[in-house]
């Protein structure tokens, strides 16, 4: 049982560059996440999808775009990349039918905009 | 708006003994959840534990245990019998149930455990 894979583990980007980070999870979770976390900080919600073929934004929206592909996957993409979204990004899924969900995470991918 | 506060940036705690990590956290909601995440130094987010605001009993997971204070607004993890592998930093976090997608984390804590 894989729980939820991140691609890639391991980003560098130039600035102005554009790169879609990929999730999936099969645990059949209605729920997923896109997070970033920055040194000295805990995570901030980027956007999430609280079902197939919805999207909502999060803390920190801007400079990033989202596709719930199914219900198994979503994508994250910096259409022009700059180095303030220099970064660790995971992913999460969740049941999402209410406040006791436990959000279950990814293992990470490590950004570098240059 | 939401907050959650974690005053320790870091701890130190013997081997075997116990440590209590601080959380507090600010919201006018009645009905929310407060969860606990641990991360070691690999970097994956591991869940610890879960307690309902409207839980009466303390939640408990082996060595873990929340202390919940609600009329203080706080939630503060015990770990018991601590071990070297329970370094790691850990997150406070919390859920509301007017939406309960959104979860507010807190800076985290970095615990060492000394041998």
Redesign the interface.
Known sequence: NAGVTQTPKFQVLKTGQSMTLQCAQDMNHNSMYWYRQDPGMGLRLIYYSASEGTTDKGEVPNGYNVSRLNKREFSLRLESAAPSQTSVYFCASSGGRDKSDTQYFGPGTRLTVL | AQK?TQTQPGMFVQEKEAVTLDCTYDTSDQ???L?W?KQPSS???I?LI?Q?SYDEQNATEGRYSLNFQKARKSANLVISASQLGDSAMY?C?M???YN????Y????TKLNVKP
């Open positions: 959650i009905s929310y959840g969860f995440y970097g994956e987010m869940f879960y309902g997150f976090a859920s509301r149930d309960f997608n959104k979860f984390f807190g800076s985290g």
